[in-house]
């Protein structure tokens, strides 16, 4: 049987996977950055998923406002990085599930969440730096990934209660899979920022930690925050902490924090990194 | 008429709903379209004939034009859009940044690493905190 043993939550800042990519890691605005995700990359070492299911957004790559999928799930085998506007990423396609995918695509659907299925994308900054800040710089990513793709753009998104019970219904999903896997989910995006209008800028360091305690410590007070709370507190952008739920919905009701790293800022954004195991 | 929403009260902030992605579409796709490099090229070597292919307002083609940042926004541009536009143009998003909050690009940069703006007094219009 597949099993969900931890979730992971990482900010997905594109000038992180820039800096990374033009060798800058060493210098001194971005190495405390890479220095504090040192920890988590030898946990994911250690901990070895088969599969990493992916919780992001796209930023007008893949996706533009023609056609706005609230939640999207990818179901291929190959999602190659995007060109953003500089050339894509030097980094490896990344690899999907198949047949989990479409496992999960058909429980969650018949679960009464109603998908958009993706059977062809290229995956932007959203999806492939998490990957770079918990892996490096490998030849391949060491696992397959199934992406979940949560509109963050349009408002409104999901609210933080339904992406709570889309992770549920995820791990219940997980779990019904008979062949044995290592099942970890991530969520991605956040911590505060805002990239527009004149309070760009605004970081809210004791909200964000507020939040990283709560995600063990009281995950009830989370699922009801609303979106202008979100908004209010940790600026319009900072809207994309909802999809942290979706992984921690895949949990256990107890979990145990076993690293945290936060850090201001990551250009524009709060960098706020934590990993959670099933206990 | 569009009825006042709790989040009209957080300043300086445009949340991107279904009027103002309504009302930017043209604006914000014309930015999706930089995405391609043979757009930019074309975007790059006449911007005024470009931009006529997107049927947007005289005012969202003037904002363009006259790297009006803020003023995109305001006309429905979303920021992940109109920042295509400004990557195209070279700019760095801190620089974009700094100017829809009429900061220098320096300043933003040193806002942002004595740990970002303060929440303080930027949450609400109406109840000042
Ligand atoms: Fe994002």
Same mark, same amino acid.
């Given at each position: 049987?597949?099993?969900?043993?931890?979730?992971?939550?990482? +900010?997905?800042?594109?000038?992180?996977?820039?800096?990374?990519?033009?060798?800058?890691?060493?210098?001194?605005?971005?190495?405390?950055?890479?220095?504090?995700?040192?920890?988590?990359?030898?946990?994911?070492?250690?901990?070895?998923?088969?599969?990493?299911?992916?919780?992001?957004?796209?930023?007008?790559?893949?996706?533009?406002?023609?056609?706005?999928?609230?939640?999207?799930?990818?179901?291929?085998?190959?999602?190659?990085?995007?060109?953003?506007?500089?050339?894509?990423?030097?980094?490896?396609?990344?690899?999907?599930?198949?047949?989990?995918?479409?496992?999960?695509?058909?429980?969650?659907?018949?679960? &009464?969440?109603?998908?958009?299925?993706?059977?062809?994308?290229?995956?932007?900054?959203?999806?492939?730096?998490?990957?770079?800040?918990?892996?490096?710089?490998?030849?391949?990513?060491?696992?397959?990934?199934?992406?979940?793709?949560?509109?963050?753009?349009?408002?409104?998104?999901?609210?933080?209660?339904?992406?709570?019970?889309?992770?549920?219904? *995820? /791990?219940?999903?997980?779990?019904?899979?008979?062949?044995?896997?290592?099942?970890?989910?991530?969520?991605?995006?956040?911590?505060?920022?805002?990239?527009?209008?004149?309070?760009?800028?605004?970081?809210?360091?004791?909200?964000?930690?507020?939040?990283?305690?709560?995600?063990?410590?009281?995950?009830?007070?989370?699922?009801?925050?609303?979106?202008? &709370?979100?908004?209010?507190?940790?600026?319009? &952008?900072?809207?994309?902490?909802?999809?942290?739920?979706?992984? /921690?919905?895949?949990?256990?009701?107890?979990?145990?924090?076993?690293?945290?790293?936060?850090?201001?800022?990551?250009?524009?954004?709060?960098?706020?990194? *934590?990993?959670?195991?099933? +206990? | 008429?569009?009825?006042?929403?709790?989040?009209?009260?957080?300043?300086?902030?445009?949340?991107?709903?279904?009027?103002?992605?309504? %009302?930017?579409?043209? !604006?914000?796709?014309? $930015?999706?379209? !930089?995405?391609?490099?043979?757009?930019?090229?074309?975007?790059?070597?006449?911007?005024? =004939?470009?931009?006529?292919?997107?049927?947007?307002?005289?005012?969202? %083609?003037?904002?363009? !034009?006259?790297?009006?940042?803020?003023?995109?926004?305001? !006309?429905?541009?979303?920021?992940?859009?109109?920042?295509?536009?400004?990557?195209?143009?070279?700019?760095?998003?801190?620089?974009? =940044?700094?100017?829809?909050?009429?900061?220098?690009?320096?300043?933003?940069?040193?806002?942002?690493?004595?740990?970002?703006?303060?929440?303080? $007094?930027?949450?609400?219009?109406?109840?000042?905190?």
């Amino acid at each position: 049987m597949a099993k969900i043993t931890a979730g992971v939550a990482t +900010s997905h800042v594109p000038a992180i996977g820039a800096a990374l990519d033009l060798g800058k890691s060493g210098e001194p605005y971005w190495k405390p950055i890479f220095d504090g995700y040192d920890k988590s990359k030898k946990w994911m070492a250690e901990a070895k998923p088969d599969v990493v299911i992916l919780v992001y957004n796209d930023h007008g790559t893949a996706f533009a406002l023609d056609v706005v999928p609230t939640f999207a799930l990818g179901v291929t085998d190959i999602y190659p990085p995007a060109d953003e506007g500089w050339g894509p990423r030097p980094v490896p396609n990344v690899h999907g599930h198949v047949e989990l995918s479409r496992h999960l695509a058909e429980s969650l659907i018949l679960d &009464e969440f109603d998908l958009a299925i993706i059977n062809e994308m290229a995956v932007d900054h959203g999806l492939t730096v998490p990957l770079s800040l918990m892996c490096g710089q490998p030849e391949a990513w060491p696992f397959k990934v199934i992406p979940l793709a949560v509109n963050v753009v349009q408002y409104p998104p999901p609210t933080g209660r339904r992406c709570f019970k889309l992770g549920q219904a *995820i /791990r219940k999903a997980v779990e019904s899979f008979d062949e044995e896997l290592n099942v970890v989910v991530m969520g991605t995006g956040g911590m505060s920022h805002q990239l527009h209008g004149e309070r760009a800028g605004m970081i809210n360091k004791e909200w964000d930690n507020q939040f990283l305690d709560d995600l063990s410590g009281d995950v009830q007070r989370l699922v009801q925050l609303d979106h202008v &709370e979100y908004m209010r507190e940790t600026g319009a &952008e900072g809207i994309e902490m909802v999809m942290w739920l979706i992984m /921690r919905g895949a949990l256990n009701e107890n979990v145990k924090e076993v690293y945290r790293f936060y850090h201001v800022p990551g250009s524009n954004t709060a960098i706020g990194n *934590i990993i959670l195991e099933n +206990s | 008429m569009r009825k006042p929403r709790e989040y009209d009260d957080i300043p300086g902030t445009y949340v991107f709903d279904y009027e103002r992605s309504h %009302r930017g579409y043209h !604006l914000n796709m014309f $930015g999706m379209s !930089l995405l391609k490099p043979e757009n930019r090229e074309a975007f790059l070597a006449d911007e005024e =004939a470009y931009l006529k292919k997107f049927p947007m307002t005289e005012e969202q %083609r003037q904002s363009v !034009l006259n790297r009006d940042w803020l003023g995109m926004i305001k !006309l429905g541009g979303n920021i992940y859009y109109t920042s295509k536009i400004g990557a195209t143009l070279g700019h760095s998003f801190q620089y974009i =940044a700094g100017e829809m909050c009429g900061m220098s690009q320096e300043d933003y940069a040193d806002m942002m690493i004595k740990g970002g703006r303060n929440p303080e $007094g930027n949450r609400s219009v109406s109840e000042k905190y």
